[in-house]
């Protein structure tokens, strides 16, 4: 076969071309450490490393976003903290205000007390985040949390019920804030039947005992009103139940110290003489019962009231009773709220480990499907240079080849 010069040429200049792209390629590919440098490398690998660096990039992504609930989680509990400790302090008040050898210099020794405890409750219901934003109070952040009014010493939930929520994870979407309401203005479901004088009671009845008589009655969480009235020198009592709006017992002759029958649930111990029109409710987990601050607040301008008769003392005996439940309540739900708390603290350290093994399978599988051989590479890259030096050689070679070379 005869070839021309040209032809020669043009075979050893595109197997020189081809082996010197071969060492190129493979040179690029022990540079970077991938396998994959362009897409055309391996199309269908590179397609597969797309998705796992996709999915890889959203776990790191609810990584991020579980560091942002913990950190919002954990400055709750701060607050929740000081706000256990605050009621726990409180506690001991609330029993040493009941001692009936106290002056009326005692009392408001102990309202002072009070007061400093409510002042420092209402401090944490409206605490704020680093950025200024509210914790209690919801979706409006920009809100303080509770009101306080100076004149009636009432605090009023501010905020809404918004649950502030971030996607933790692929299937999980976890509130990062607790409300208010939840927090100072709510009782458990197991919380305790709450008894409350009525503000006008001019007697000296105290009730001293709220007693559940079946709390698989129907009845059980209802609530009731009990009311006395004088008839011709007899006091008799009613009760109704608030709930249903139907009348439990009508007229019954009371006598003092006599336990009443209420529905078929409850009963209730009254002390002392009860005048015309005197009256007591009984409830459970009633909204006027289970805000904390307002018990507090309501407890210290009782203590304030000269202990100056039957009617005062039985006045302030009743809100120390009241109070107390209601404290108790209120205690009850403030850790059954930093429980939940924990728990979601809890949840994100078993996330962040899920989402740990799943980062290193990613990581895992990119590495297969793009991480270069090392081994193999340089192997291929040895024999790419020996082929390209092979042919450079009989390039070389066959331009030296003529007849006139021989002659």
């Avoid at 939940?340 to 297969?368: H, I």
């Avoid at 890259?381 to 092979?390: K, T």
Wanted: charged share 20%; proline share 2%.
């Amino acid at each position: 076969m005869r070839l021309s010069t040209n032809t020669i040429y043009a075979m050893g200049s595109q197997a020189i071309l081809r082996q010197q792209s071969e060492v190129a390629d493979i040179g690029q590919q022990l540079a970077s450490g991938r396998r994959i440098v362009t897409p055309a490398d391996d199309p269908r690998a590179a397609a597969q490393a797309l998705n796992v660096s996709q999915a890889a990039q959203v776990n790191a992504q609810f990584a991020d976003s579980r560091e942002i609930a913990r950190r919002s989680l954990s400055a709750e509990d701060n607050e929740l903290d000081s706000v256990i400790d605050a009621l726990t302090a409180a506690k001991p008040l609330f029993v040493q205000a009941g001692n009936g050898t106290l002056s009326d210099a005692d009392r408001d020794s102990i309202a002072t007390q009070l007061e400093g405890i409510h002042a420092q409750l209402l401090g944490n219901a409206n605490a704020q985040n680093g950025n200024g934003g509210s914790f209690f109070s919801g979706y409006r952040t920009d809100a303080s949390a509770f009101l306080f009014d100076e004149t009636t010493g009432v605090a009023t939930y501010n905020g809404d019920a918004g649950r502030r929520e971030l996607r933790v994870d692929s299937s999980r979407t976890m509130p990062i804030n607790d409300t208010g309401r939840d927090v100072f203005a709510s009782v458990t479901a197991g919380a305790r039947y709450v008894a409350r004088a009525g503000a006008d009671n001019a007697g000296s009845a105290v009730f001293a005992g709220i007693g559940v008589r079946d709390s698989a009655a129907t009845d059980y969480g209802d609530s009731f009103e009990i009311t006395f009235a004088d008839n011709a020198g007899e006091l008799s009592y009613s009760v109704r139940n608030t709930t249903t709006a139907t009348d439990v017992v009508s007229g019954a002759v009371f006598e003092p110290g006599q336990t009443l029958t209420i529905g078929a649930s409850m009963s209730l111990r009254i002390d002392g003489m009860p005048a015309d029109g005197d009256a007591f409710t009984l409830g459970k987990g009633r909204p006027e019962d289970s805000n904390i601050l307002n018990t507090i607040a309501g407890l210290a301008a009782q203590l304030r009231q000269p202990d100056d008769g039957p009617a005062a003392g039985a006045a302030l005996a009743n809100t120390l009773n009241s109070a107390q439940r209601q404290l108790d309540n209120s205690l009850d739900n403030v850790l059954s709220v930093r429980s939940s708390l924990g728990a979601r603290l809890n949840e994100l350290d078993v996330l962040d480990r899920a989402g740990s093994n799943r980062d290193v399978n990613y990581k895992s599988s990119l590495a297969n499907l793009q991480d270069v051989d090392p081994v193999k590479a340089i192997s291929d890259y040895s024999l790419a240079q020996v082929a390209l030096q092979f042919s450079q050689k009989t390039f070389a070679d066959i331009q030296q080849m003529s007849l006139f070379s021989l002659v």
